[in-house]
């Protein structure tokens, strides 16, 4: 598999109703092996984000078929929760945030992540990209990591959720 034959599509807010069956689906192909009960609250998750007046979404298609996803949108200002994970917040804390990527197995390996993700965030002017990973993910914290981001805490947001790596990557 290679990565020339994936078209990367963007999607907004007012697009939800269109994408929700795929985000749900692409998901379910990804987390078909290893599926917690955290993981069956994900329709609550999309809704929430697809909330955001800002959400913004890029889906790749292989031949029209979907092979993965990102998908995030700009945090409210003032309420930039990695900042108390720093001892010296920067002066500009403007901040988008990944909220989910993930590509179907069969796509993974290929660059397809990387792609995905770089083009959620292009056209952003946000200084900051944050995003959560669950540490018991090594592999997938080191490719964050070898995207420039770095690990500056932890944060279970739920009760019953990963206590996950809190990653932070400057984007200017």
């Not at 998901?27 to 913004?56: K, L, T």
């Not at 995030?72 to 930039?80: C, D, I, M, S, Y």
């Not at 992540?113 to 990973?133: N, Q, S, T």
Request: hydrophobic share 40%; charged share 25%; proline share 6%.
């Amino acid at each position: 598999m290679t990565t020339a034959t994936v078209d990367l599509r963007h999607f907004g807010h007012d697009d939800l109703s269109q994408i929700r069956q795929t985000l749900l689906d692409v998901h379910a192909d990804a987390y078909a092996d290893d599926m917690a009960e955290f993981d069956e609250r994900f329709p609550w998750f999309v809704d929430h984000w697809g909330g955001n007046p800002g959400s913004a979404c890029v889906i790749g298609y292989d031949n029209g078929e979907p092979v993965g996803f990102a998908y995030g949108a700009p945090a409210t200002e003032g309420r930039e929760w990695w900042r108390e994970h720093l001892s010296e917040p920067p002066a500009d804390t403007s901040t988008f945030a990944v909220s989910e990527l993930m590509v179907r197995p069969k796509w993974r390996k290929t660059g397809t992540a990387e792609r995905l993700h770089a083009a959620l965030l292009k056209g952003w002017f946000e200084a900051h990209a944050v995003l959560l990973v669950d540490p018991d993910h090594p592999k997938v914290q080191a490719l964050y990591e070898a995207w420039g981001y770095r690990k500056v805490g932890h944060r279970q947001t739920f009760p019953d959720s990963p206590n996950y790596a809190v990653m932070l990557r400057d984007l200017r």
